[in-house]
């Protein structure tokens, strides 16, 4: 298995743009994380999904974002508009079953000019 | 704050030196979890040990949990330059299905 793939793996925009990230989790896994990393606040769980249906959104700061997942195989966060303050780095895991590990992927750094 | 809060934030060892590094936490938990963090990428999964052990292994790893003091700790014993990362406690609740991740030890294996 090729594991979580995220792309782009680095994203570079100016304030105001439209921004989506994009997930494949590993085949099987039937819940899905978005995830943003700081140096400021450290990992923050933004939204995840079970069996492609959203579970708790509580962590997304703003309406600027939004989460999909259509179907088993992806998933995207975008945001929009973007601002500098959007800058970290994102990752996407999945797992399966209620308990146990998450398997991360490799993320994307996103910087908002 | 924090659900988890590791302790120290930051660690520099010799290499072959055994490093400890300590998560504590404030609600009751299901299952305790530890990953790694290599710069610039995603986090690895390393041991998990549930609410009702108290010590695992797993090779040169060793995790205790002392669910009495909500806290953890992870050992890794004859450090090498490859254990240089950011490690990383994450507390299952139970239920509610997601995890709540620690502030980070970064750790540095000096050569």
């Given at each position: ?7 782009p793996r680095h994203e ?102 | ?51 009702n052990e108290r010590e ?56």
């Open positions: 298995d090729a594991g979580v793939i995220q792309s570079v925009t100016e304030m105001g743009q439209e921004v989506t990230l994009r997930c494949k989790p590993i085949s099987g896994h039937d819940y899905l994380f978005w995830y943003r990393q700081t140096m400021m606040r450290g990992l923050e769980l933004l939204i995840y999904f079970n069996n492609n249906v959203p579970i708790d959104d509580s962590g997304m700061p703003e309406d600027r974002f939004s989460a999909k997942m259509p179907n088993a195989s992806f998933s995207t966060l975008k945001i929009q508009p973007s601002e500098p303050r959007d800058s970290a780095v994102y990752f996407c895991a999945s797992r399966s079953g209620l308990a146990g590990d998450q398997f991360f992927g490799p993320g994307t750094r996103l910087t908002v000019l | 704050s924090q659900q988890g809060e590791e302790d120290p934030q930051a660690l520099s060892i010799q290499e072959g030196e055994n490093a400890t590094m300590n998560c504590s936490y404030k609600t009751s938990i299901n299952n305790l979890q530890w990953y790694r963090q290599n710069s610039g990428r995603g986090l690895v999964h390393l041991i998990l040990i549930r609410s695992k292994h797993s090779g040169r790893l060793r995790v205790t949990l002392d669910t009495s003091k909500k806290s953890s700790s992870l050992l890794i014993t004859a450090s090498r330059a490859a254990d240089t990362a950011s490690y990383f406690c994450a507390t299952d609740p139970g239920g509610n299905e997601k995890l709540t991740f620690g502030t980070g030890t970064r750790l540095t294996i000096i050569p």
